[in-house]
């Protein structure tokens, strides 16, 4: 079924008229009558009695005259919502981030995001950096959000946020009233790191700070999740070092200690494909490069 002949009887049909629809349409009377008789020949049904100098529509036209409408709206629809998608004003794209990332970089990009392009919509999926680059490779995100101190090969990326390292301990640590500490105080407690399979870049720069001011943790215990070391350094278990935008959460029972000179700083990059096809993250990019 044509749209063009669809069109015709729908403008044959408001206007009553041949002569009337073929004016609004611009296009010749016999052109017109030639595209509602072609379309009453696919539908097999005469849509249109012809009592010059009147037309009347006949009972399975007046049936048709609403679902053709329908039909011609959603055609604009789809053709409106294709230029928006192929212009990146339209579609939908899908972000994977680390946890650490929902304190204050994915927040801050969403905002950005929302406000310059409002149609659009977003999906969110909260996975580990491993995970995020095995779904981000097989298309199932667009983009990634991770804490790395490099570009992973094979992508492009860029860094969003570079921050400082914070000691979060129990204010009923041993050292919670003490002024001024340096992280080898620290180096008798059990410190929690992120699993070498979840999140390794992550691992190795809390490990590098370590390294910095001349130590070693004697003790470690893996967890997945940030939000469950700082749980567990609030009950006095052991430390943790996590970004210092963490300290949005507000928990209480816990202290926050920013890491003094010299720190390697934790980054967190967004990461996409290269060569992307979606006019959305390449909206995206040009967000982030500004």
Known sequence: ?????????????????????????????????????????????????????????TEAGLAFLDRAKDLLRASNFAIEEAKQIQAGLAGSITIGFVAQAAFETLPDLLKKFRCKVPSADFRLKELSATEQMASLADGSIDVALLQSSSAPKGFDSMVLKSERVAIVHSVRHRLAKEAKVVLKDFADDIVFLPRRDEAADLREIILANFSRHGSTPARIQEIERVQSTICLAAANLGIALIPESAKAMRMQGVRFRPLLRPFVPIETRAVWRRKERSALVNVLKTLLAK
């Open 1 to 57: 079924m044509e749209l063009r002949n669809v069109r015709s009887f729908v403008a044959v049909a408001e206007q009553l008229s041949f002569r009337a629809a073929a004016r609004k349409l611009y296009l010749s009377q016999p052109a017109l009558t030639k595209q509602v008789q072609q379309l009453e020949a696919e539908i097999g049904v005469p849509l249109l009695i012809r009592q010059r100098p009147h037309i009347v529509l």
